[in-house]
Nanobody, 126 residues
Framework: QLQFVESGGGLVQPGGSLRLSCAASGFTLDYYAIGWFRQAPGKEREGVSCISSSGVGTNYADSVKGRFTISRDNAKNTVYLQMNSLKPEDTAIYYC???????????????????WGKGTLVTVSS
């Protein structure tokens, strides 16, 4: 059974950090570019970051550049999103998604993703 499961969300104070994980089972992530997306209440889902299958290419939304870092460990079939200096506006449900795409490129667009996780809630509040 193919599964894509996010974890690591929770409540954190402004300025704090969280590390989200996205673990795949039933398929290998080696051939997939991975994206992290988020959806805040009343807003559309947006692409936060992505990483290519090779791990060489990454991309970030302007709103998170310099604060978030995406990485992957293909041996563990897992992708991570390290989130530092969190702000209240980062509050959202965070999703990971996989697109079968090999090479050094990735994108943060919602269309074309093959697998989606169910999301993990991140709340930034004092």
């Amino acid at each position: 059974q193919l599964q894509f499961v996010e974890s690591g969300g929770g409540l954190v104070q402004p300025g704090g950090s969280l590390r989200l994980s996205c673990a795949a089972s039933g398929f290998t992530l080696d051939y997939y570019a991975i994206g992290w997306f988020r959806q805040a209440p009343g807003k559309e889902r947006e692409g936060v970051s992505c990483i290519s299958s090779s791990g060489v290419g990454t991309n970030y939304a302007d709103s998170v550049k310099g604060r978030f870092t995406i990485s992957r460990d293909n041996a563990k079939n897992t992708v991570y999103l390290q989130m530092n200096s969190l702000k209240p506006e980062d509050t959202a449900i965070y999703y990971c998604a996989a697109e079968r795409r090999t090479g050094n490129n990735c994108h943060r667009k919602i269309y074309g993703m093959d697998y989606w996780g169910k999301g993990t809630l991140v709340t930034v509040s004092s």
